[in-house]
């Protein structure tokens, strides 16, 4: 893959899973490894045994849902196209770490079939066959075709799109396609949805008869054993069919939706789904008897219906659609759209591969280590990438997608200034990179280089994901105008609209009017501000309102602001008089005790945030009373505390940043982390102690304990990544040789 600006340094955490210990064993024993897919989360998971325990691969595909395996090839149903890979046991060797991987499965085909909600799969000798479930058939692949339906059941009287029936399972027997199973008997669109409950079928697609009606959900028939099996989903059930009675016989019952299902001897590897209650899955008998439902895999002795083992899914994966298991195949790799590793893997017929000139022994590819640079990387190991990065630049200088990853690391590990020299090789060399320009005008901006600094930083509007402002009207910047109305408009980040706003006095000075578009709770604090200053909400303007306009976020840029230029003067806001919060306000005001405002989350960068847990040892302190200044999910845990904590929770009062600046404007100190609230305490000139971690954003600098930005503002860094207790600790020992007097008045 390439490497992306700001990926996510850190595995998702939801997508975690536990496992029995006997799941590694099975696996282990057995030689095989599992494919799973989950079209809710978007990937294809490998399940693997390593090293006492089971490895979870994630691979993203677009809504993936079918999957057949067959020798050494796999297919995948995703949204709109079927992939099917291969195996190369090559790439697999040159896959880290060496020697673990016996199976690299790589894409050779894309077909588009258009959104037809694949659902199973199967390899009929060469051909692979597929539900449509859209389209209410089966069907196969052609040069020419979207898809090829092969066979649609009798009662269904056209190809609809609308999903009559919701066909769903198919089962082969004998190696050709045998079994499937619908939701329901029904010709018309999504009309199996009025009898889900046990409006269910299976059918021999041979003799076109109903082996079997009234079945909730049924899902994945399998002809295993000389018998047919198959999941009903709503019972959350494993069963076969007693080919006398056709009764359904049940081995096991499960604690989720049963769906994908997969034999290896006499286990059976089945799926189980949580999906929450909504109203396709309502009514069904699973959801009457289990209120809390488990995502995850199972595996069950199908002699005596006994689970033998099971892996879980937490919060990221709820839904499973396909199990299939990897004979012989113990630690796989399946790739989906890698470009760099695929450039590099190459399969020959075995003619040209007799003819074919191997490279040296100790010869190697710069771009393995790029490769393994971006997966180091991805994996939040951020010394070992830049060492990958580094090897890929010793065999090849000129690569600069890896310098560009090396400066971007450089930067995770606080190493700024060779992280700025990277990036500026980068710039030099490829006039055009946006990314690079980005990064290299964040470091500039740490390391205090202002005047280059805000010059790459204006690169921010052309990377990804970033949308900017488009208007048929001149950009700003700087010229003096007293007839014409300037347009500022804040981007998206509250806390770097806060710091900017000492900005706007000084470009009114230079315009008739300004006209500031924010969101409305920024709006009102602006009420203090000259009445050149217009604050108005985005639907409020037209062309005709303005002539120029520029970013509140470039205007240190246009001001050419320096570290010495900065302007310092706080309070540069006020806070609004709020009369429903004067009686509550007015007892803050009498206390004798220091009146201190606490927030421990406010960053979209968590590792900006700290958490409550963190913050309990401050409350220690004696002569104080704190206040809770948290609002949304981080506040979580404070109805938890006694009732006679000495901290209050004022989120209920806390409707926009108008009202916050009027209850901070009542507080002695503020400590918070990186946050909206620290730019607000500090610009109206209260005291404020924000805590930052081991690699802050750039507007704090390096290693000082004061800002430039705000005079009454305080420093706590990190010494350690991660380490938040280290810092609390140091920020309670300053808290308890202070008092009121030496805070400062109150108001």
């Not at 924000?690 to 704090?700: E, M, V």
Request: charged share 20%.
């Amino acid at each position: 893959m390439n490497f992306s600006p700001e990926p996510n340094a850190n595995p998702d955490q939801s997508l975690r899973s536990i496992h029995t210990s006997t799941f590694f064993e099975i696996l282990q024993q057995l030689g095989i490894s599992l494919v799973v897919s989950t079209y809710q989360a978007g990937k294809l998971i490998v399940l693997r045994a390593d090293d006492g325990v089971v490895n979870t691969h994630f691979q993203a595909f677009q809504k993936p849902m079918g999957v057949a395996v067959r020798g050494g090839e796999l297919a995948i149903g995703a949204a709109t196209a079927i992939w099917k890979l291969r195996n190369n046991i090559g790439a697999a060797q040159r896959l880290s770490p060496a020697s673990k991987h016996d199976a690299c499965f790589l894409p050779r085909e894309i077909r588009v079939t258009g959104d037809i909600d694949i659902h199973e799969m199967a390899w009929v000798d060469d051909e692979l066959w597929f539900i449509n479930t859209r389209f209410s058939c089966l069907c196969t692949l052609d040069r020419e075709h979207s898809f090829v339906p092969q066979w649609r059941p009798p009662f269904i009287s056209a190809y609809d799109l609308r999903d009559r029936c919701h066909l769903n399972g198919l089962g082969l027997r004998d190696r050709r396609p045998r079994y499937v199973t619908a939701l329901g008997e029904t010709d018309d669109p999504g009309g199996w949805r009025r009898n889900k409950a046990n409006g269910g079928i299976v059918m021999d697609i041979e003799s076109n008869t109903i082996l079997r009606r009234g079945l909730s959900m049924p899902h994945s028939p399998r002809w295993h054993q000389n018998r047919l099996w198959l999941l009903e989903s709503g019972k959350g059930t494993l069963s076969y069919l007693d080919p006398v009675s056709t009764e359904l016989v049940t081995v096991a019952q499960m604690p989720g939706f049963t769906r994908g299902l997969d034999f290896y001897g006499n286990l059976a590897f089945v799926g189980l789904s949580q999906i929450r209650e909504s109203a396709v899955f309502s009514g069904l008998p699973l959801t009457q008897t289990l209120s809390e439902r488990i995502c995850g895999v199972w595996i069950v002795d199908i002699e005596r219906g006994k689970t033998l083992a099971f892996l879980k899914f937490e919060e990221g994966v709820q839904e499973i659609f396909a199990v299939c298991v990897l004979p012989e195949t113990r630690f796989p790799e399946v790739l989906a759209w890698e470009p760099e590793l695929l450039a590099q893997s190459y399969v020959l017929p075995q003619v040209a591969l007799a003819n074919a000139v191997q490279p040296a022994g100790d010869w190697e590819f710069a771009e393995t280590y790029f490769v393994r640079g971006n997966r180091l990387y991805e994996a939040g190991k951020f010394a070992e990438a830049v060492g990958a990065f580094q090897k890929c630049l010793e065999l090849d200088p000129t690569y600069l997608p890896a310098r560009y990853g090396l400066g971007v690391t450089c930067g995770h590990l606080g190493r700024y200034g060779e992280a700025a020299q990277e990036l500026a090789i980068v710039t030099a060399n490829e006039a055009g990179h946006v990314e690079a320009h980005y990064h290299l005008g964040l470091m500039l901006l740490r390391l205090g280089d202002w005047p280059r600094g805000w010059t790459e930083w204006e690169w921010r509007w052309r990377t990804k994901g970033f949308t900017p402002f488009a208007a048929p009207k001149p950009f700003w910047a700087g010229e003096t105008l007293p007839e014409q109305t300037l347009l500022i408009y804040a981007e998206s980040d509250a806390g770097e609209a806060i710091q900017f706003l000492r900005y706007l006095p000084l470009a009114a000075q230079l315009c008739h009017q300004i006209i500031f578009v924010c969101s409305p709770y920024l709006k009102t604090l602006l009420e203090g501000m000259t009445r050149a200053i217009q604050p108005r909400q985005a639907g409020e303007i037209s062309l005709k309102d303005f002539d120029v306009h520029c970013a509140l976020t470039s205007l240190p840029s246009i001001f050419q602001t320096t570290l010495e230029t900065i302007p310092y003067s706080v309070p540069y806001l006020q806070a609004p008089r709020r009369t429903a919060l004067g009686e509550f306000l007015k007892p803050l005001k009498q206390s004798r005790n220091l009146q201190v405002g606490l927030a421990w989350s406010g960053s979209s960068d968590a590792v900006q945030n700290s958490s409550l847990r963190d913050f309990l040892p401050l409350l220690k302190t004696p002569d104080c009373q704190f206040y809770s200044l948290q609002t949304g999910d981080s506040a979580v845990g404070l109805e938890s505390l006694s009732s006679e904590s000495p901290l209050l929770d004022l989120a209920s009062h806390l409707g926009d940043y108008g009202d916050a600046a009027a209850l901070v404007d009542c507080l002695d100190l503020v400590i918070t982390v990186d946050s909206p609230l620290a730019h607000l305490a500090g610009a109206l000139g209260k005291t404020v102690w924000t805590l930052l971690s081991d690699n802050p954003h750039w507007r704090w600098l390096l290693e000082r304990e004061d800002s430039p930005w705000y005079p009454t503002m305080r420093l706590f860094r990190q010494s350690t990544p991660g380490d938040w207790p280290e810092v609390i600790q140091r920020v309670s020992n300053s808290l308890a040789t202070i008092g009121v007097t030496t805070i400062g008045d109150r108001q």
